[in-house]
């Protein structure tokens, strides 16, 4: 039975990751963990709500690059393929920044603003009194 070394190679690789993280819960701890992944959780959504909107512009732009000559034609007739809609959005994108809301037809859309150090700031300090409290419960 042949292998390829690629396959071996990603066998390997997820061995060793699979193997590394039971390491790593075993040494942490279950009662650190819920801890851990909260907080873990809080920075991965504020990581994605950093980036969403780059991945989306770079992605409309891309779309808009390779199919400019349909997207600029802006036909709204029977043979309507969406194309003109993603050339739209792709211009809301390229003016969004440099409004903090926007008000009109009834919509309203405004920026998300959080001061994230402050939101990470009180999460750890929460994980550490309630630690803190987890120990000083186990001296007594």
């Given at each position: ?82 194309n ?6 792709w ?28 939101d ?19 001296h007594?």
């Amino acid at each position: 039975m042949y292998i390829e070394i690629w396959v071996f190679a990603l066998s390997l690789l997820a061995a060793l990751l699979v193997g590394g993280l039971i390491g790593y819960l075993c040494r942490l701890g279950i009662g650190n963990l819920w801890t851990c992944l909260k907080s873990l959780g809080v920075s991965i959504r504020n990581r994605l709500v950093d980036y969403w909107y780059m991945l989306v512009f770079l992605a409309t732009t891309i779309y808009v690059l390779a199919n400019f000559k349909v997207c600029i034609d802006l036909s709204f007739t029977e043979d309507f393929n969406g194309n003109n809609l993603i050339f739209l959005f792709w211009l809301v994108l390229i003016i969004f920044p440099m409004f903090d809301s926007f008000e009109g037809f009834g919509i309203s859309i405004k920026k998300r603003k959080q001061n994230k150090e402050e939101d990470f700031l009180t999460t750890e300090y929460h994980n550490n009194l309630i630690h803190a409290q987890k120990e000083g419960g186990n001296h007594e």
